[in-house]
């Protein structure tokens, strides 16, 4: 009984007028935002945009400006004298400058308007901070509740409706296939072809900035929504915070047909492309590829959707509460689409290493594709074993590869892989080498004795000045173990006679 009157209470609350008219508000100034300033220089836009969200603050939430206190005016005067200048001057110091203030005096501003900010000193710097870093993104989910309680009024569904959920599902979705399907396009040329086949409708608008601009309007109107709501709502938003019994924040669970809709549609694609990775990464490329021009680009792309899906994983552990059988399937089958990936991933920077020589980002990516399949496998046993508390784990594990990687001596193993595949093909970079640290030394002088002319004396004239620089090193707070080791090492083919 006590759980209906409280859904009852949160539907009426969610669809109160204001609240309508804010979220409504919320979203053209995010669209207008995305007008005035994706991938534009500043300028009239400023003062456009400040007008512009001041109308929807004094529309709906404060329709009277205060006269009776002499800083609240004086502050909105400054703002808009402000924001003026970016129409009227062209310095960018002072504009990066007042870029960064201006959030911080609207904050200040608003809260002073609506009573809402202490009048000591001490704590009015904390509630100036708590407004700027926390009300913006306290209620981001609510506006999407509140759109959810809309078609659901609309279609006279019920909110348990399988419908319902699938839309939901869907449409939570899509704003990660809009960032995974460009990641995938530009991983593997033959997927990038595959979509190119679809019909042309999809050719006329550029994807990325798509994505770009559909990101920034959403975080714009989210963040204006949250902020304006704890300003429309100022004896009701810090409760919320303490108890989600007034019914503002969405339950932190999400249904099961939700979730089975989020995963089906994502290994969907993660299939198809896993498929390309068996049948031409693994097999036969098609007439016109090559191997070392396939596995050129990509691996860094792969580790982002590893990355993506990792976050996604953890994300449905903490909102999917029930658990179900089909979902551990649905979410094994992408750990199995994921771990192909990797594979792929790490292939492809096999074969360019092969073709372009090893380097510190390449060796390293290396070992952090390899971290990455060992997290996917815990994870694995972790949609198994529910009780197993993985995000310590993570943290633990991190932490051991921070450390292993400091431990593993890098640039010896760079310098020994080029070396090795000088003497194999011919083809070194002398000048990478040369950059590598003390620690590369043990191999570098390897080619003194079997590199030709340029490169030995390439490598030789750079190890004598390594000695030259070592023998300085006399300090005992400076002594170094590497750098020891390489002096002797030195030493002992007398370079610098």
Not at 332 to 357: D, K, N, P
Not at 447 to 474: F, H, K, S, W
């Amino acid at each position: 009984m006590k759980k209906k009157m409280n859904e009852n209470f949160n539907e009426k609350h969610l669809l109160m007028k204001s609240d309508v008219q804010l979220l409504i508000g919320a979203v053209l100034l995010g669209l207008l935002g995305d007008q005035f300033f994706y991938e534009r220089n500043l300028g009239l836009s400023v003062p456009l945009f400040i007008i512009a969200f001041y109308s929807l603050y004094f529309g709906i939430i404060n329709r009277t400006i205060n006269v009776k206190s002499k800083t609240v005016p004086f502050l909105l005067v400054a703002i808009f004298l402000l924001a003026l200048s970016f129409f009227i001057r062209s310095s960018s110091v002072l504009w990066l400058f007042d870029f960064m203030l201006l959030p911080f005096l609207i904050v200040l501003h608003t809260l002073l308007a609506e009573h809402q900010v202490a009048p000591t000193a001490p704590k009015i710097l904390f509630d100036l901070l708590f407004g700027f870093l926390y009300r913006p993104f306290a209620f981001c989910l609510l506006p999407f509740q509140m759109v959810g309680k809309l078609l659901k009024r609309k279609s006279h569904m019920r909110s348990d409706s399988v419908f319902i959920k699938i839309l939901i599902g869907i449409g939570l979705t899509v704003p990660l296939l809009l960032v995974i399907i460009p990641l995938l396009a530009s991983a593997d040329q033959i997927f990038n072809r595959l979509l190119g086949q679809i019909p042309q409708v999809f050719n006329s608008f550029n994807l990325g900035s798509v994505i770009g601009q559909t990101i920034f309007t959403t975080i714009l109107a989210v963040c204006s929504f949250s902020y304006l709501w704890t300003l429309l709502h100022p004896q009701q938003w810090f409760w919320t915070v303490l108890n989600e019994k007034t019914g503002a924040v969405p339950n932190d669970t999400l249904d099961s047909v939700i979730v089975l809709t989020i995963l089906a549609v994502i290994n969907m694609i993660y299939l198809i492309f896993t498929a390309i990775q068996f049948s031409y990464l693994f097999g036969k490329l098609p007439q016109g590829y090559t191997y070392a021009g396939y596995a050129r680009h990509g691996f860094f792309e792969l580790v982002a959707v590893t990355l993506i899906n990792l976050t996604l994983l953890l994300s449905l552990f903490y909102f999917d509460k029930q658990r179900r059988s089909a979902v551990a399937w649905l979410e094994s089958l992408l750990i199995g689409c994921t771990l192909i990936m990797l594979v792929s991933a790490f292939t492809r920077m096999a074969v360019y290493e092969q073709m372009y020589g090893y380097t510190r980002l390449r060796l390293v990516t290396h070992a952090f594709m390899l971290f990455l399949a060992f997290l996917l496998l815990f994870t694995l046993y972790r949609i198994w074993q529910p009780r197993v508390r993985i995000v310590r784990f993570f943290l633990l594990a991190a932490l051991t590869f921070i450390v292993a990687i400091n431990y593993v001596n890098i640039d010896y193993w760079i310098a020994k892989n080029n070396i090795d595949r000088y003497q194999r093909t011919g083809k070194i970079d002398c000048n990478y080498l040369v950059s590598l640290s003390d620690d590369a030394v043990p191999q570098l002088v390897r080619l003194i004795g079997t590199g030709n002319g340029p490169v030995r004396q390439t490598i030789a004239r750079d190890l004598a000045i390594r000695e030259r620089t070592l023998e300085r090193r006399t300090q005992w707070q400076s002594f170094n173990l590497s750098d020891y080791q390489s002096l002797r090492l030195l030493e002992h083919y007398r370079l610098q006679q």
